[in-house]
């Protein structure tokens, strides 16, 4: 099953307004990667996280890496309509696991 | 860089007959390949982890004479469903990564529908 806590699952905003999303986990995580999923497509790799503590940005997009290793949260300022989809964290696990654990995923709407 | 082609992009089946969907790594060498399913308004459910050359690694509950998965080579793996139900309608994912704790990159999907 999966051992990962994602939230929200879902947000309605409005354009331009920020979005915070975030994955967390009883477990330790060597990688965080967070993915958007748009509708019948499979999911785009978005940012890729390796240490504890970074912080990367891909745009308009923020990723961090939490300190203890167990979560991780996206930020997304600005949005614009095409942001529309399905995030999802996933990582791999500490404990040698070789695929990926993935969240639930946050659906996101964004009204023009 | 970083692509994964799957084919077919959707595919509609009599029950009973098999279909096989393809996974490629386009621009680089995958010696891990995953099959995933996943059904509406939920998250990826991992079918199988494939390594180049040898026999596939299947998540609990998933059957492997129902689900076949050959991984030829570097670039390429195969998901066979043998026999398909109206229940094995789905959409299928693939990936495939390069080595070892690096990022998962996602074909486009396959969505199965079995009459």
């Known amino acids: 099953g999966q051992q990962l806590n994602q939230s929200p699952q879902s947000m309605f905003i409005q354009e331009g307004e920020d979005v915070s999303m975030n994955c967390t986990s009883s477990s330790i995580f060597n990688t965080w990667l967070w993915y958007k999923q748009d509708p019948g497509e499979g999911p785009v790799l978005l940012i890729a996280?390796?240490?504890?503590?970074e912080l990367t940005s891909n745009g308009r997009l923020t990723a961090q890496f939490g300190i203890t290793r167990k979560d991780s949260f996206l930020n997304i300022s600005a949005s614009i309509p095409s942001d529309v989809g399905i995030y999802f964290c996933?990582?791999?696990?500490?404990?040698?696991?070789?695929?990926?654990?993935f969240g639930s995923g946050t659906r996101l709407q964004v009204q023009p | 860089g970083a692509v994964v082609s799957q084919h077919p992009s959707r595919v509609i089946c009599k029950s009973g007959t098999s279909v096989k969907i393809e996974c490629r790594s386009l621009?680089?060498?995958?010696?891990?390949m995953f099959w995933y399913r996943q059904f509406p308004k939920q998250s990826l459910m991992l079918m199988a982890t494939s390594n180049e050359g040898s026999k596939a690694t299947y998540e609990q509950g998933v059957e492997k004479d129902k689900f076949l998965i050959n991984h030829a080579s570097l670039t390429l793996s195969t998901l066979t469903v043998t026999s398909a139900h109206p229940e094995d309608s789905s959409f299928y994912i693939c990936?495939?990564?390069?080595?070892?704790?690096?990022?998962?990159?996602f074909g486009p999907g396959t969505r199965l529908t079995v009459l």
């Open positions: 621009d680089f060498q995958a010696t891990t």
């Open positions: 990936s495939a990564r390069e080595k070892r704790e690096t990022p998962q990159f």
């Open positions: 996280l390796y240490k504890a503590g």
């Open positions: 996933a990582g791999y696990m500490d404990t040698g696991r070789r695929a990926l654990t």
